[in-house]
Nanobody, 123 residues
Framework: QVQLVESGGGLVQAGGSLRLSCSASGRRFSIYAMGWFRQAPGKEREFVATISSSGGSTYYADSVKGRFTISRDNVKNTLYLQMNSLKPEDTAVYYC????????????????WGQGTQVTVSS
């Protein structure tokens, strides 16, 4: 069992930056691939970024590539998402998730989810 808690969301103007954090407890964090997903009102949950258990491999959605950076600290048991050049269309609830295998963009492959943190980007 892994418990995940996101933080760092908030209200920011377009062009601004935010850094989300996801703190993990329970089973050994370092064995899990991790992902960030987001869900806007009336829309399905969508993939944002994923990182391998070691941090050596990452993969991004085209919509955030070049603007967002996923990283992890396996000593601090924490996952991060640095979001730069934010756009109003980035407004959503952001979720972190843990998966016991390889990196994947498929939400159903993830075993554990946090409760989400709201990100609102004003124009």
């Amino acid at each position: 069992q892994v418990q995940l808690v996101e933080s760092g969301g908030g209200l920011v103007q377009a062009g601004g930056s935010l850094r989300l954090s996801c703190s993990a407890s329970g089973r050994r964090f370092s064995i899990y691939a991790m992902g960030w997903f987001r869900q806007a009102p009336g829309k399905e949950r969508e993939f944002v970024a994923t990182i391998s258990s070691s941090g050596g491999s990452t993969y991004y959605a085209d919509s955030v590539k070049g603007r967002f950076t996923i990283s992890r600290d396996n000593v601090k048991n924490t996952l991060y998402l640095q979001m730069n050049s934010l756009k109003p269309e980035d407004t959503a609830v952001y979720y972190c998730a843990a998966e016991g295998g390889a990196i994947t963009a498929t939400p159903s492959r993830y075993d554990y989810w946090g409760q989400g943190t709201q990100v609102t980007v004003s124009s």
